[in-house]
């Protein structure tokens, strides 16, 4: 059968693919679905597209992955149409963007905006999803896709009395849609991972004060952002084939270029000048162009480290806050470092102090503030930039249920078991690129690949005939056992592994093999014509 309009034996009413989600990984998804002729309905909770870039409109958010890099790479009219103004552009350029795509490929009339879905059930007698929305809807689908990416659950910590506050309380990951008036407001931001520290220079000017509630400090570097050029522009334009060559041959997503050096061929010094080029680079350079063996070898690490002490020292006036804002636990990239415009220099100003939790801990929330161990101090606002329940927070949440009305949640419990980190044993034809298992690096890249595996497998199951495709539990468990076997240079402790959610399984959410591994796996499955797919008819798999 060929690109024909329905799966094959779809019913009726039923679409041939649902997406759930217009972010990054749900609009390509809906988009290669359109292509290859499924029919599609997408599903998204909120009222636009862009998932995170829809959701996290706080001050400063942007890209710490080059614009260009990020976006889609599926069509030269894309690139050539669409201008990207920065290196690193910020949210409302990118949700401009997500919205250009969905118009510029007809895609919007696909989408369902403002419901939620609240429960997804495997029908096995007719091999058909029905996925309930918190509208009363209730649709059907032969193949259900879950694009519901890893970080879009906000996290917020069960602190004493956070409902009693009286001012206004913002989580990063649920910005609201009106500008938030920070004009001589006291100001609290608990939390200084990626999103905390984007939001302290953005804010510091217009606040009377803003007090910054620092747990853990991270390895903070310069983003290095800066307006695009005309000329960098045209050239962005003209080299569209071989930058997409790079993005989707680059282990990281990126197209920065290889290490090319070991630390050792260089002498003390000659890395001190490398660190200051490293330090004057954009974004992820510093770990994707630094040192070859910078991952492997701790001492160079650990130099490096000093490096960036040495210039938050060599920033920050405050000798006791220079210190607090230094990590002594973990070493670069141990953590997912965040990078930074004016992040140290805002300590500088007179109404930002920073406050170390690990020396004085929050007592509570009040009704007009916080209370620490050294005593209440009254805010307007306070901003959660507490992070994510990561990879499976999503996937956990829809209320999926497979084989035998087993519910995804039950059988993820002890941490997520998966096949490439695109699906999962006894959830026929269910799918869910960039959550779980993914790679490491630029994200809309992977996710990219993965969305790819999975159109793939779709188009092969109907143009044989099949109605139900499901993993082998053998395949399935194998991927699994190298993923949660694999060393991976992010620390237990890290949100990678799940650890920041209390009550959680300690498993590794991320694939560290890595992307060129899991490319060669992809291509390997669709060489071997899906035979890590269990591949049947309805009857046959309902037997
Ligand atoms: P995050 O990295 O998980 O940081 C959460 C912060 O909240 C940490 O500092 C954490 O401290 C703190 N925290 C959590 N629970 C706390 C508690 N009970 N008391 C006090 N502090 C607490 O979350 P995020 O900053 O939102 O970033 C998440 C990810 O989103 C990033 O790693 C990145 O992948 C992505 N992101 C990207 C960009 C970008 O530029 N493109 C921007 C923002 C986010 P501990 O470390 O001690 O747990």
Redo the contacts with the bound molecule.
């Keep these: 059968m060929s690109g024909s309009a329905n799966a094959a034996g779809t019913t009726a009413d039923a679409v041939d693919v649902l997406v759930v989600g217009a972010g990054v990984t749900g609009i390509y998804q809906l988009y290669r679905a359109r292509e290859e002729g499924f029919s599609v309905q997408l599903l998204e909770a909120g009222d636009g597209v862009g998932g995170?870039w829809y959701w996290?409109r706080y001050p400063e958010?942007?890209?710490?992955?080059e614009s260009y890099t990020y976006g889609y790479l599926f069509s030269k009219e894309l690139w050539e149409e669409w201008e990207w103004s920065e290196r690193?552009t910020g949210q409302p350029e990118n949700e401009r963007y997500f919205n250009f795509v969905v118009d510029r490929f007809d895609l919007r009339r696909h989408i369902r905006f403002g419901v939620r879905v609240t429960a997804a059930e495997f029908d096995e007698s007719a091999g058909i999803w029905t996925v309930r929305t918190d509208d009363g809807a209730e649709h059907r689908a032969r193949f259900l896709v879950a694009a519901t990416g890893v970080?879009s659950v906000p996290?917020i910590?069960e602190?004493p009395g956070r409902e009693v506050f009286g001012g206004e309380q913002h989580h990063?990951?649920r910005w609201p849609q009106t500008p938030v008036d920070f004009t001589g407001k006291r100001v609290a931001i608990?939390?200084?991972?990626?999103?905390?520290?984007?939001i302290v220079p953005a804010i510091a000017d217009q606040v009377a004060s803003l007090t910054v509630?620092?747990?853990?400090p991270?390895w903070c570097t310069p983003?290095n952002n800066a307006p695009l050029t005309p000329q960098e522009r045209a050239e962005i334009k003209a080299d569209f084939e071989r930058i997409r060559e790079t993005l989707n041959t680059s282990p990281s997503g990126f197209l920065h270029a290889l290490p090319s050096r070991f630390s050792t061929d260089d002498t003390a010094e000659q890395r001190q000048a490398f660190f200051e080029k490293m330090w004057n680079s954009p974004g992820f350079t510093k770990l994707t162009e630094n040192y070859i063996d910078f991952t492997t070898n701790p001492e160079v690490n650990k130099e490096f480290c000093e490096f960036i002490a040495d210039k938050i020292r060599g920033i920050v006036t405050d000798p006791a806050t220079a210190d607090k804002l230094i990590p002594k636990d973990h070493i670069y990239a141990g953590?997912?470092p965040?990078?930074v415009t004016g992040y140290f220099e805002a300590y500088n100003k007179p109404n930002v102090s920073l406050v170390a939790?690990r020396e004085t801990p929050?007592v509570r929330i009040t009704e007009t503030g916080i209370e620490t161990a050294e005593g209440p101090r009254e805010f307007d606002i306070i901003i959660w930039?507490?992070?994510?329940d990561?990879g499976t927070g999503a996937l956990n949440r829809l209320g999926v249920r497979g084989r035998n009305g087993l519910a995804l949640e039950e059988y993820w419990s002890e941490g997520p078991n998966t096949y490439l980190g695109v699906t999962t044993a006894g959830f026929p034809n269910f799918f869910f690129p960039g959550g779980p298992h993914g790679a490491l690096g630029n994200n809309p890249r992977y996710a990219g690949d993965q969305v790819d595996c999975v159109i793939g497998a779709l188009v092969h199951a109907r143009d044989n005939g099949y109605e139900v495709i499901e993993v082998d539990p053998a395949a399935e468990a194998e991927w699994t056992e190298t993923v949660n076997s694999s060393g991976s240079l992010f620390l237990e402790?890290?949100?990678f592994y799940g650890s920041?959610i209390p009550g959680k399984a300690v498993k590794q959410l991320l694939n560290p093999t890595g992307r060129p591994n899991l490319q060669r796996l992809i291509a390997e499955l669709a060489a071997n014509e899906y035979s890590a797919f269990i591949l049947s008819k309805v009857e046959e798999a309902a037997a």
Excluded at 213 to 216: E, I, N
């Design positions: 995170t996290n958010a942007r890209f710490d992955s690193f970080l996290f910590p602190v990063t990951g608990i939390g200084t991972g990626s999103s905390g520290v984007q509630y620092q747990r853990t991270d983003l953590r997912r965040p990078f939790l929050i930039a507490t992070g994510y990561f402790s890290s949100y920041n």
